[in-house]
């Protein structure tokens, strides 16, 4: 049985930047899914330390909060830079993700009728910052020239927006070529073509 296992809603949301990460890493993990009604419970989440998922086991070692789990696994699997200048600013580009993540949950999960236009005629000024990062990086990642926990970030990132406003990186090619590289990743394309990404709703309540 694999060491890892996730405990989440039967979503992409928070947890797909750590599954494309451990893929691409040739890990394997076990989904523990938690179906909404269960968690409405309450029994689950009176365990959880801060009252939410996802909850991340590594044998008897248990985290919470999305972020740090994707730092635990960058520390266990080289991706975290060369040193601690590139770590610094590894963290930086994924408070980035951060950010933009938090901006598109908020649209989605509270104003996605009203705000969905608005969302989407202000995107280009959120990409626009992420192209200049990589095209002023000759390296072809976010942060020098090897992936790190921030660049799956990043890719969650695009290829969900890619769902909710379809063409939206056609006017950056330093991005558009990004996603497409780091999409043809083969244990990443195994992992986007795989039925258990495909099936799985971006966000809880249907939106996208
Ligand atoms: N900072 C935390 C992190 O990064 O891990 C934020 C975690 C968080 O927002 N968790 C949400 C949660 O546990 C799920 S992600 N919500 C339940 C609660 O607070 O009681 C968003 C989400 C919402 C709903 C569904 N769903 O219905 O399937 C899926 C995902």
Redesign the pocket.
């Known amino acids: 049985m694999p060491a890892y296992i996730i405990t989440y809603?039967?979503?992409r949301?928070?947890c797909e930047t750590m599954r494309m990460l451990l893929a691409d890493q040739g890990q394997e993990w076990k989904e523990n899914v938690v179906p909404?009604d269960v968690?409405m419970k309450g029994d689950l989440?009176a365990t959880c330390v801060f009252?939410?998922?996802?909850k991340f086991e590594d044998g008897n070692f248990t985290l919470?909060?999305?972020?740090a789990i994707l730092r635990y696994l960058a520390r266990a699997h080289g991706l975290y830079g060369k040193d601690d200048k590139q770590a610094a600013l590894i963290d930086m580009m994924n408070d980035s993700c951060e950010d933009f993540r938090l901006k598109y949950?908020r649209m989605i999960?509270q104003d996605y009728e009203n705000g969905k236009a608005k969302y989407i005629e202000d995107l280009p000024g959120d990409l626009s910052k992420f192209e200049k990062i990589l095209s002023d990086n000759k390296g072809g990642f976010l942060v020098g020239d090897q992936i790190s926990y921030a660049d799956y970030h990043l890719l969650d990132l695009l290829l969900i927006h890619q769902v909710l406003s379809p063409g939206c990186v056609d006017s950056f090619p330093a991005l558009k070529s990004y996603a497409e590289r780091l999409s043809a990743r083969p244990k990443i394309k195994a992992f986007l073509e795989s039925e258990a990404h495909k099936s799985r709703p971006i966000?809880?309540?249907g939106k996208q």
Do not use: D
Request: net charge positive; proline share 5%.
């Open positions: 809603f039967g979503v949301g928070r909404f968690w989440k009252g939410q998922l996802p919470y909060q999305s972020n949950a999960y966000n809880g309540n």
